[in-house]
């Protein structure tokens, strides 16, 4: 997650996250020299020798949190529970793919359409205001399978 903007950037599922998948996953996030200053994380093993190694070839400074201290992340914290609340507790995963588009979905939605109150009630991807002239009828785009929806004018 980019705390700047709140933008979800890169998801992907595994059963056995190791710290060379974690490593892996990490130069996919940032691919072409546009990787962040510095990258917050906490200390799971996953971040181990191998991803630490990734980090600092990508000209990324490792931060991490305290041990046990979950408030150190606060943005990161909150997108979990926002994802587990409005997406992964209404959703039983069939298999690591599926499980892998339910969260994709859900990063497109959490990117383009759920607003945040440190956003000023807008989007990471922010839209633009339909003024009445556009149509007087609003229409319902279903996401997530219908768990959520957004909401804009139908041109007349």
Not at 15 to 44: G, K, M, S
Request: proline residues 7%; positive net charge.
């Amino acid at each position: 997650m980019r705390h700047c903007d709140r933008r979800l950037l890169h998801i992907r599922v595994t059963p056995d996250p190791t710290a060379t998948w974690t490593a892996q996953q990490i130069r996919e996030a940032f691919p072409f020299d546009v990787a962040p200053r510095y990258l917050l994380h906490d200390n799971d093993a996953i971040y181990g020798r191998e991803f630490s190694r990734a980090v600092k070839n990508m000209g990324i400074k490792e931060v991490r949190t305290a041990k046990r201290a979950p408030w150190q992340s606060p943005y990161v914290e909150r997108m979990i529970g926002s994802i587990r609340r409005e997406c992964s507790d209404h959703v039983i995963p069939l298999s690591e793919r599926h499980l892998e588009m339910v969260l994709t979905n859900c990063q497109r939605h959490y990117n383009g359409s759920r607003t945040h109150l440190g956003l000023a009630k807008d989007s990471p991807e922010p839209g633009e205001v339909e003024p009445p002239e556009k149509g007087a009828e609003i229409v319902a785009i279903s996401h997530l399978g219908g768990l959520h929806h957004c909401y804009t004018r139908k041109a007349a």
